[in-house]
């Protein structure tokens, strides 16, 4: 084991001593849960079917000069309580209960915490009755001006954990191949759409936070499937797209900076670029060294928003209009930079901070749940 793995190993086994009792309590919660599936909620506005995933834009709102509330118009960082977010709230409490069974039976060995993760994600991914399809075509529908949208793609952020907890799952009496090979072909199948459609495509092109998620994505699905291919596009678009594209000289982001929300999206793109990083890097080719010509790399925008992060009162920009109360949390970038960075105050940082936030945008925009998965 060369020095920098066992770093990981002890910074690991630190995680896995603080968060034991967290992780347990949380999977003995998943246990009394039975699983859900996007089948148990019907969007009433879907032009797709009872399998096809489907939610709203959230910042439109029905329109105030028309009868019919149509088409809805736009009121940026205001999200909309009465938006159909059903099928977001299943896909995600999905992702956290498989992620808390997965993190009990890695620190516990304790096969009843597999068994119900495996259940989970075979009615949710493979069998015919209550699967998701493969594709997010209706995902962040505006009523009245479309059905579907490629910044919709984000809303599957969340399944990033889901490959993580089936390497952690391998071992299990209660895992099969069978299950294994059906996940990889979905994902695959994913993959292959994101990577395809005129949503998809639109979505990695963007040039804000939505491209950043849409790397995360499909670096972390390519690995899970085997795509080298697909990796080293995601190594190269993140080089010569994404940072020269994104990060300003000085480390922030200024298309996140002049949202209504710049704390709040600045942490979210920021902790999005390390999960790259942290995926992608390779013995050759680390991302968290690699640096533009003018000295712009994941170093500097940490650089940037750590000082802001152990001193919100700080930040030199107006309140987010919603959820500013919310930030800081626990996000898993800290301790992904705080590793590839050799940046122990980093680590710290994440320790000290809520692990468990209880506002809903906040959890919203936490991609990681169960970050002992990830290292």
Not at 365 to 374: C, D, G
Request: with cysteine.
């Amino acid at each position: 084991m060369d020095q920098s793995q066992q770093v990981k190993e002890q910074i690991k086994k630190k995680l896995i001593e603080g968060d034991r009792p967290w992780i347990i309590s949380k999977a003995e919660q998943a246990l009394r849960t039975e699983p859900r599936h996007i089948t148990d909620e019907r969007a009433a506005m879907s032009e797709g079917g009872p399998h096809d995933y489907y939610s709203n834009g959230d910042y439109w709102w029905p329109n105030p000069d028309t009868p019919d509330g149509l088409p809805y118009v736009q009121r940026d960082g205001e999200s909309n309580p009465d938006n159909f977010n059903a099928h977001r709230l299943v896909l995600r409490e999905m992702r956290t209960h498989v992620a808390h069974l997965a993190a009990a039976y890695a620190v516990t060995g304790e096969e009843k915490y597999a068994a119900r993760a495996a259940r989970w994600l075979k009615e949710f991914f493979l069998d015919e009755e209550t699967r998701m399809n493969p594709h997010l075509l209706y995902a962040q529908a505006i009523p009245g001006i479309c059905s579907g949208r490629g910044i919709g793609v984000i809303d599957t952020l969340h399944l990033i954990d889901v490959p993580q907890a089936v390497y952690a799952l391998q071992g299990s009496a209660e895992w099969t191949e069978e299950l294994t090979n059906g996940l990889k072909r979905w994902f695959a199948d994913y993959l292959h759409w994101m990577c395809t459609h005129t949503y998809g495509i639109d979505e990695m092109n963007a040039t804000n936070n939505h491209s950043v998620c849409w790397f995360v994505q499909a670096s972390v699905f390519a690995r899970f499937t085997g795509n080298e291919e697909r990796l080293a596009f995601c190594r190269d678009r993140y080089k010569h797209v994404l940072l020269p594209g994104q990060m300003a000289p000085d480390g922030s982001f200024p298309r996140e900076l002049a949202r209504t929300k710049p704390y709040g999206y600045s942490i979210f793109v920021l902790d999005n670029m390390a999960t790259l990083c942290h995926t992608l890097s390779v013995p050759g080719d680390d991302l968290w060294t690699f640096e533009l010509a003018d000295g712009r790399g994941i170093r500097k925008g940490f650089d940037y928003l750590y000082p802001y992060l152990t001193d919100k009162s700080s930040w030199p920009y107006p309140p987010d209009i919603e959820h500013f109360a919310g930030w800081p949390a626990r996000i898993s970038g800290l301790l992904f930079a705080g590793i590839g960075l050799g940046r122990p105050e980093y680590i710290r940082l994440f320790e000290s901070l809520e692990r468990d936030p209880q506002d809903t945008e906040v959890r919203r925009n936490i991609a990681v749940r169960q970050p002992v998965l990830w290292i």
